[in-house]
């Protein structure tokens, strides 16, 4: 008989998959027809929904009043745990870069020139915040950005829905 895992989740604790992680040569090319340069490849770095939401919430400071009172109005709808999705329609003052990551659903570019920009945008939230959530988000892009540096390649971040 098979044993459940740690790692098993149930239901209830599901969240959206946020972009998955690809270092490219051409952003251009990639975002029409997929790896185009034997450089092309994925990174097994990916933001959590939870960790997204902490890095703009907490980290950044933005306004999550409307969002805390749609979450508690479906859940008190639905009577268990909300499936709400929120999404970023906005460029955050001081943070044009990271602004770009607005949700589950939406793909991100970074070009190479522009990953240091991130890279320093990450560095300037890390220092406002002490919410593990959002820590751990921003050591990731961190790692992806030193990665995509080291390498001389641009960051795709590219949704479910692409």
């Not at 890095?55 to 009043?65: E, N, P, Q, R, T």
């Not at 945008?121 to 002490?130: D, G």
Request: charged share 30%.
């Amino acid at each position: 008989m098979a044993e459940p895992t740690q790692d098993a989740k149930s239901e209830d604790s599901w969240e959206p998959e946020m972009p998955m992680t690809w270092l490219v040569r051409d952003t251009g090319a990639f975002g029409v027809g997929g790896k185009t340069s034997p450089a092309d490849h994925c990174v097994d770095l990916r933001l959590t929904y939870q960790e997204w939401l902490a890095i703009y919430f907490d980290a950044v400071g933005l306004d999550k009043s409307g969002y805390e009172e749609e979450v508690a109005k479906r859940a008190s709808e639905e009577n268990r745990v909300p499936t709400f999705l929120t999404e970023l329609d906005e460029e955050i003052p001081d943070f044009p870069l990271l602004s770009r990551i607005r949700g589950p659903f939406h793909d991100a570019v970074f070009e190479a020139d522009e990953v240091n920009v991130l890279r320093q945008e990450c560095l300037q939230v890390r220092t406002k915040t002490s919410n593990p959530l959002a820590l751990e988000g921003l050591r990731k892009l961190l790692l992806i950005c030193d990665r995509a540096q080291s390498l001389g390649l641009s960051v795709y971040l590219i949704s479910n829905a692409s």
